[in-house]
């Protein structure tokens, strides 16, 4: 970053809520079934995996409507596609928006592309306006977010923030044994009229759009929700060991039974975690596995795992490190190891950020309320380069990586206009 004043001061101009009223609902929703056909499932779901062909002709797709808008194409080494609405100082550090454009095998319409095409939107909507913002936007679609062909996910974002080394990234491979490298020549060719970028441009700051996932805006009946950041997480891998006896010769007082063992710790944890009374714990046992696992055998070893997340780094810390002796305490007469596989600390987004996004909600009459997002996004890595903010917009049920995956058009719309005037706001910082 250059030494650029920090993207907060306040904008009371009229020309974002002017850019905001030339969101088309219409069009918006009209692309959303557009993209949905790349990867279309049979039960009107998405299954448009990272680097794949369907990904490509999406990828096509996003460029015939920029080009259409004027806008020059970038992609950079990892294939990061970049759009670019030129400033009036085209020296200055751009402002970035955007998601991704991959999905889960049975995803839905909406995750990650929402991100993209409201960014789009937005872009249209400014140029509609007749505006020419100072400072350059880039729209960008990141790859691999989702990291359920090609393991782990935000790739593309973890490359472009340094946080993993471009040539380690490349050599990821997908169950059919197939690396990234492979992969990146179908994915330039989806964009010929794209430059290469081989250089990162710093953004100033970055902003993206999503759907929940969860189901707090439904349940309030508000259209945008300003994310507060992201929650960390804390995964663990527990095994307990006992011994393994004949079920119908050995009396309680001989058993070193690992699954007693186990259902006591798993009744103690949860009576700690969710006895907090704390809303924003999430506390997880997702997998058992019992050994022998034979009917008439005591258990000999359990093992299990738990997913701890919480958006506050102190809780995060506290409960985290009372899972062992917690374990410990009731293993009774079967030995016990907990081992931490997976740390990461929660992002807390900057307050002029989400509140530069609470400004333009209110500028233009949106009801919002703010909120932590309890999954993990591309945004996470930008946090670490520049200011950066969320925005999210009601899902059905809450549901996401499903096919049943819905969002009104309604609210579709209005996430985008609350990112127009924040994105027009910032460009003219
Ligand atoms: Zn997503």
Redesign the pocket.
């Known amino acids: 970053m250059t030494a650029e004043p920090a993207p907060s001061a306040v904008s009371a101009d009229p020309i974002p809520i002017q850019a905001a009223a030339q969101v088309d609902q219409d069009r918006l929703w009209r692309r959303h079934e557009i993209m949905a056909r790349f990867g279309a499932r049979p039960d009107g779901g998405v299954n448009r995996q990272a680097f794949s062909d369907d990904e490509a002709h999406a990828r096509t797709q996003l460029e015939r409507w920029t080009s259409a808008l004027g806008l020059q194409g970038h992609v950079d080494p990892i294939t990061n596609l970049f759009f670019r609405l030129e400033g009036r100082r085209p020296d200055l550090a751009p402002v970035l928006v955007g998601?991704?454009i991959d999905?889960q095998p049975a995803g839905g319409r909406f995750?990650?592309i929402y991100?993209v095409l409201a960014g789009l939107e937005a872009l249209e909507a400014i140029r509609a306006a007749g505006i020419t913002p100072r400072r350059p936007i880039e729209l960008v679609a990141w790859v691999n977010?989702?990291g359920s062909s090609f393991s782990p996910g935000m790739t593309g974002s973890a490359v472009f923030a340094g946080a993993e080394d471009l040539e380690s990234a490349l050599q990821h491979r997908n169950w059919a044994g197939e690396t990234i490298a492979e992969r990146i020549g179908p994915m330039l060719r989806a964009t010929p009229l794209a430059h290469r970028r081989s250089r990162r441009v710093d953004p100033f700051a970055y902003l993206e759009a999503?759907?929940e996932?969860g189901p707090q805006l439904e349940a309030a009946d508000v259209p945008v929700g300003i994310v507060t950041g992201i929650q960390g997480a804390r995964w663990f891998d527990v095994e307990v060991t006992g011994e393994a006896a004949h079920a119908g010769t050995t009396p309680l007082g001989k058993r070193r039974d690992a699954l007693s063992g186990a259902v006591r710790m798993i009744e103690r944890l949860e009576a700690h975690f969710w006895g907090a009374g704390d809303p924003d714990m999430r506390f997880t046992v997702g997998r058992v596995e019992v050994g022998p696992g034979a009917p008439n055998t005591v258990p000999e070893r359990v093992f299990f795992t738990i997913d701890f997340r919480h958006p506050d780094r102190k809780v995060l810390s506290a409960f985290g490190d009372a899972i062992e002796p917690i374990c410990w305490d009731q293993r009774g007469r079967c030995a016990v190891r907990v081992v931490e596989t997976q740390h990461s600390a929660p992002v807390t987004f900057p307050e002029a950020m989400t509140d530069r996004l609470a400004r333009a909600a209110g500028a233009l009459a949106i009801p919002s309320l703010t909120l932590p997002s309890g999954?993990?996004?591309?945004a996470k890595f930008l946090a670490g380069l520049c200011p950066t903010a969320m925005l999210f917009i009601p899902c059905r049920n809450g549901v996401?990586h499903n096919p049943e995956e819905w969002a009104e058009p309604v609210h579709v719309a209005a996430g985008a206009r609350v990112l127009t005037h924040a994105l027009v706001d910032l460009a003219a910082a």
């Not at 999954?375 to 591309?378: L, M, Q």
């Open positions: 998601s991704h999905s995750d990650g991100g977010e989702e999503h759907i996932q999954a993990n996004h591309d996401s």
